[in-house]
């Protein structure tokens, strides 16, 4: 579907729900690009951690936020020309980006990147604000979710085996990430209004990417 008009499309929901999978999916149906908002914070922590900087110092957050070239290359994030895209999907770091993303300095300096990257539309935006905040006129909003111990078992078949965690350690960091994303003052992890629900608890990317196929064709003139 090549020929669609430039859509701007936007997929929030928590972790372990397939966003990534999904996201990408759907974006090579279009032909569209992908934007994975998640790996920016992911970045920022990635960052933050090397500085040996705490995720509540504002102050030195905002220093290494100044500092930072995000750019993504071909799907791969590059910090100030490195390619870190493996050393970002560490639990450790998963769980400091849940703390960055958190801080109002951090997403104030990352809003407007991801503002830019979208304005050109023919995007797919995967996070866990895209709908509310980041693009609230997005043309396309979905919610992605699925059940805490599904999600659980797809994080595990990731990483879960080769990083020594167990099923129930990974189940026990969603349910708090589940906590701290949708209890923050700043852009809470919640459905946008008017954003499409889907429930991948029982589903597979597949047909997950099918329902969304079905959305954008409803609103193709």
Same mark, same amino acid.
């Given at each position: 579907?090549?020929?669609?008009?430039?859509?701007?499309?936007?997929?929030?929901? &928590?972790? /372990?729900?397939?966003?990534?999978?999904?996201?990408?999916?759907?974006?090579?149906?279009?032909?569209?690009? *992908? @934007?994975?908002?998640?790996?920016? *914070?992911?970045?920022?922590? *990635?960052?933050?951690?090397?500085?040996?900087?705490?995720?509540? +110092?504002?102050?030195?957050?905002?220093?290494?936020?100044?500092?930072?070239?995000?750019?993504?290359?071909? %799907?791969?994030?590059?910090? %100030?020309?490195?390619?870190?895209?493996?050393?970002?999907?560490? &639990? =450790?770091?998963?769980?400091?980006?849940?703390?960055?993303?958190?801080?109002?300095?951090?997403?104030?300096?990352? @809003?407007?990147? $991801?503002? +830019?990257?979208?304005?050109?539309?023919?995007?797919?935006? =995967?996070?866990?604000?895209? /709908?509310?905040?980041?693009? &609230?006129?997005? +043309?396309?909003?979905?919610?992605?979710?699925?059940?805490?111990? $599904?999600?659980?078992?797809?994080?595990?078949?990731? *990483? /879960?085996?080769?990083?020594? $965690?167990?099923?129930?350690?990974? =189940?026990?960091?969603?349910?708090?990430?589940?906590? %701290?994303?949708?209890?923050?003052?700043?852009? &809470?992890?919640?459905?946008? +209004?008017?954003?499409?629900?889907?429930?991948?608890?029982?589903?597979?990317?597949?047909?997950?990417?099918?329902?969304?196929?079905?959305?954008?064709?409803?609103?193709?003139?």
């Amino acid at each position: 579907m090549n020929t669609t008009p430039p859509l701007l499309i936007t997929i929030d929901g &928590p972790a /372990g729900a397939g966003k990534t999978t999904v996201s990408k999916m759907l974006a090579r149906e279009l032909g569209y690009r *992908y @934007l994975d908002t998640g790996a920016l *914070y992911r970045g920022v922590a *990635y960052e933050v951690r090397a500085a040996g900087i705490a995720a509540d +110092d504002d102050a030195g957050l905002e220093r290494v936020c100044r500092s930072l070239k995000l750019e993504f290359q071909d %799907n791969r994030l590059t910090s %100030n020309g490195a390619d870190i895209s493996q050393l970002i999907r560490t &639990p =450790e770091i998963t769980m400091l980006a849940s703390a960055v993303s958190a801080r109002p300095v951090v997403r104030q300096a990352l @809003l407007d990147l $991801q503002r +830019d990257i979208g304005r050109a539309k023919a995007l797919v935006a =995967e996070g866990r604000d895209m /709908g509310t905040v980041v693009f &609230p006129d997005a +043309d396309l909003k979905f919610f992605l979710d699925a059940s805490v111990r $599904q999600r659980a078992r797809r994080r595990y078949e990731q *990483y /879960g085996a080769a990083g020594q $965690q167990t099923l129930e350690r990974i =189940e026990q960091e969603i349910r708090q990430r589940d906590a %701290n994303d949708s209890s923050r003052d700043v852009a &809470p992890l919640k459905p946008a +209004d008017d954003a499409v629900i889907i429930d991948s608890t029982a589903i597979d990317a597949e047909q997950v990417v099918a329902k969304m196929m079905a959305q954008v064709a409803a609103i193709i003139p």
